[in-house]
């Protein structure tokens, strides 16, 4: 479609989007120009087929030039996702998880309000052949699933990506609240140190019994903290309790320390850190 005029401020905004193992640069390059049609600037790239640059990518690009100059690649989804605050993963089907379902007005009313507020946000996108594994979809706090034929579901990359990026515009449209929260969500790459953290400890106690069904109870975990949303202080709170729980000993806050030549009482017994259940750790 015709209309582009290059005497207006171009718009760059919103949410960060993944593409998962991109196969063909024809689809990056598409990704981008429809990220461009509707304002949003930053594409991350997870692990792309035929590495990165890619001229096929920027020659269907069709002048989107400042999305494809700042694309960053990754080796994992856990990488890709670490400085974001909020994501949501996008599914042709519904999965068996515990986690909210949302149509994509709805996931871009959503980000919209949270973007708002200042966190940083994404969309994740599968592969053009099988989309997101269940494990990938588990990094990500909500589900977005789009309302297709059921009986031909499969999505083009760059159509997902139009969709969601048009529902990203149209949801600054509406002039939405925004509430302040008390404080920012987590970092994805601090809520992940929690889960390694929490399962390394879990796994020595031998809690994931059985074996076979370790890979299901580490999914099911780590979908209820996601849905917490938790902040950066409540992370620390967290490792905190799982390092208490494994035994490790804490270094003793400085406003708890005893000072120095600490008065004795008039019995002549002085009163040791063990004795004042003050000062134990």
């Given at each position: 479609?015709?209309?582009?005029?290059?005497?207006?401020?171009?718009?760059m905004?919103?949410?960060?989007?993944?593409?998962?193992?991109?196969?063909l640069?024809?689809?990056?390059?598409?990704?981008?120009?429809?990220?461009?049609?509707?304002?949003?600037?930053?594409?991350?790239?997870?692990?792309?087929?035929?590495?990165?640059?890619?001229?096929?990518?920027?020659?269907?690009?069709?002048?989107?030039?400042?999305?494809?100059?700042?694309?960053?690649?990754?080796?994992?989804?856990?990488?890709?996702?670490?400085?974001?605050?909020?994501?949501?993963?996008t599914?042709?089907?519904?999965?068996?998880?515990?986690?909210?379902?949302?149509?994509?007005?709805?996931a871009?009313?959503?980000?919209?309000?949270?973007?708002?507020?200042?966190e940083?946000?994404?969309?994740?996108?599968?592969?053009?052949?099988?989309?997101?594994?269940?494990?990938?979809?588990?990094?990500?706090?909500?589900?977005?699933?789009?309302?297709v034929?059921?009986?031909?579901?499969?999505?083009?990359?760059?159509?997902?990506?139009?969709?969601?990026?048009?529902?990203?515009?149209?949801?600054?449209?509406a002039?939405?609240?925004?509430?302040?929260?008390?404080?920012?969500?987590?970092?994805?790459?601090?809520?992940?140190?929690?889960?390694?953290?929490?399962?390394?400890?879990?796994?020595?106690?031998?809690?994931?019994?059985?074996?076979?069904?370790?890979?299901t109870?580490?999914?099911?975990?780590?979908?209820?903290?996601?849905?917490?949303?938790?902040?950066?202080?409540?992370?620390h709170?967290?490792?905190?309790?799982?390092?208490?729980?494994?035994?490790?000993?804490?270094?003793?806050?400085?406003?708890?320390?005893?000072?120095?030549?600490?008065?004795?009482?008039?019995?002549?017994?002085?009163?040791?850190?063990?004795?004042?259940?003050?000062?134990?750790?």
């Open positions: 479609m015709a209309g582009t005029d290059r005497r207006q401020k171009v718009i905004d919103g949410p960060v989007i993944i593409l998962v193992n991109p196969q640069g024809e689809n990056i390059g598409a990704a981008a120009r429809a990220m461009a049609n509707f304002g949003l600037l930053e594409l991350r790239l997870v692990d792309p087929r035929d590495g990165w640059p890619n001229p096929v990518a920027r020659a269907n690009a069709a002048k989107a030039d400042h999305v494809i100059d700042g694309v960053q690649v990754f080796e994992t989804v856990e990488q890709a996702l670490g400085d974001l605050n909020f994501v949501y993963a599914t042709a089907r519904q999965r068996e998880m515990l986690k909210p379902v949302r149509s994509p007005g709805e871009a009313q959503s980000l919209r309000v949270r973007h708002g507020r200042g940083k946000i994404g969309i994740l996108f599968g592969r053009e052949r099988w989309g997101l594994e269940s494990v990938e979809v588990a990094l990500a706090d909500e589900i977005v699933t789009f309302p034929n059921p009986a031909f579901a499969s999505l083009n990359i760059a159509q997902a990506v139009l969709l969601m990026s048009y529902e990203w515009m149209r949801s600054g449209e002039d939405l609240p925004i509430s302040e929260p008390a404080s920012l969500p987590a970092r994805k790459q601090d809520l992940y140190g929690l889960f390694e953290h929490l399962e390394e400890v879990l796994d020595r106690e031998n809690y994931f019994r059985p074996p076979h069904k370790r890979a109870m580490v999914e099911n975990l780590r979908n209820i903290f996601q849905k917490a949303e938790l902040s950066q202080q409540e992370i709170a967290l490792r905190g309790v799982v390092a208490t729980l494994e035994g490790r000993k804490t270094r003793p806050r400085k406003d708890r320390q005893p000072p120095k030549n600490r008065p004795t009482k008039k019995s002549g017994k002085s009163k040791s850190a063990s004795d004042d259940p003050s000062l134990a750790q």
